[in-house]
């Protein structure tokens, strides 16, 4: 990772003391809070739609030690309406859509992860798995239940919360 290349659709805040590193695009409508870290190590990273990812929280793609000598460079695709909180780690190398991190969680780079899926508050996973949709891993064991119910898609409404002072 020689060089920063950062993207940033219109209608997306990016806080000036985020840390980007690498190849990494931002989609319209995401908000990155202050101390956020994203690294691209092993390759460049996608940002969906209207994701919020907040104060301390990474985002790491990096290569798992048995995968290092790939010839292709692969892409990190996040996708839209996620939900990164406080002090989450997520290494994993796909995420679909309307996940909610929960604050202190950790995903590991084995752990794939669908579309609405919650891995709760100090979750660690790290096992090689696929997470089907509407999984949620919950508790001291990180237990884990499927939803019967599509949830909601998480919004971001920027126009309602955040006021602009004149100049």
Same mark, same amino acid.
């Given at each position: 990772?020689?060089?920063? +290349?950062?993207? @940033?659709?219109?209608?997306?805040? !990016?806080?000036? *003391?985020?840390?980007?590193?690498?190849?990494?695009?931002?989609?319209?409508?995401?908000?990155?809070?202050?101390? /956020?870290?994203?690294?691209?190590?092993?390759?460049?990273?996608?940002?969906? *739609?209207?994701?919020? @990812?907040?104060?301390?929280?990474? @985002?790491?793609?990096?290569?798992?030690?048995?995968?290092?000598?790939?010839?292709?460079?692969? !892409?990190? @695709?996040?996708?839209?309406?996620?939900?990164?909180?406080?002090?989450?780690?997520?290494?994993?190398?796909?995420?679909?859509?309307?996940?909610?991190?929960?604050?202190?969680?950790? !995903?590991?780079?084995? /752990?794939? /992860?669908?579309?609405?899926?919650?891995?709760?508050?100090?979750?660690?996973?790290?096992?090689?798995?696929?997470?089907?949709?509407?999984?949620?891993?919950?508790?001291?064991?990180?237990?884990?239940?499927?939803?019967?119910?599509?949830?909601?898609? +998480?919004?971001?409404?920027?126009?309602?919360?955040?006021?602009?002072?004149?100049?």
């Amino acid at each position: 990772m020689s060089r920063n +290349n950062i993207k @940033i659709f219109p209608g997306a805040l !990016v806080c000036e *003391e985020s840390k980007l590193r690498g190849d990494i695009t931002i989609g319209a409508g995401t908000i990155i809070h202050p101390s /956020v870290t994203i690294l691209a190590e092993a390759g460049p990273i996608i940002i969906g *739609e209207n994701c919020l @990812i907040e104060e301390q929280a990474k @985002i790491i793609h990096r290569l798992p030690f048995d995968q290092q000598e790939q010839e292709n460079t692969p !892409v990190l @695709i996040i996708g839209s309406h996620n939900v990164f909180e406080v002090d989450c780690t997520v290494e994993s190398p796909k995420i679909g859509n309307n996940n909610v991190f929960e604050t202190k969680c950790f !995903v590991g780079n084995k /752990v794939t /992860v669908s579309d609405g899926c919650t891995i709760g508050a100090g979750c660690r996973i790290t096992d090689e798995q696929v997470l089907k949709e509407n999984i949620s891993i919950f508790g001291g064991n990180c237990q884990m239940r499927e939803g019967l119910d599509k949830p909601v898609y +998480n919004t971001i409404d920027t126009e309602r919360n955040i006021k602009l002072i004149p100049q």
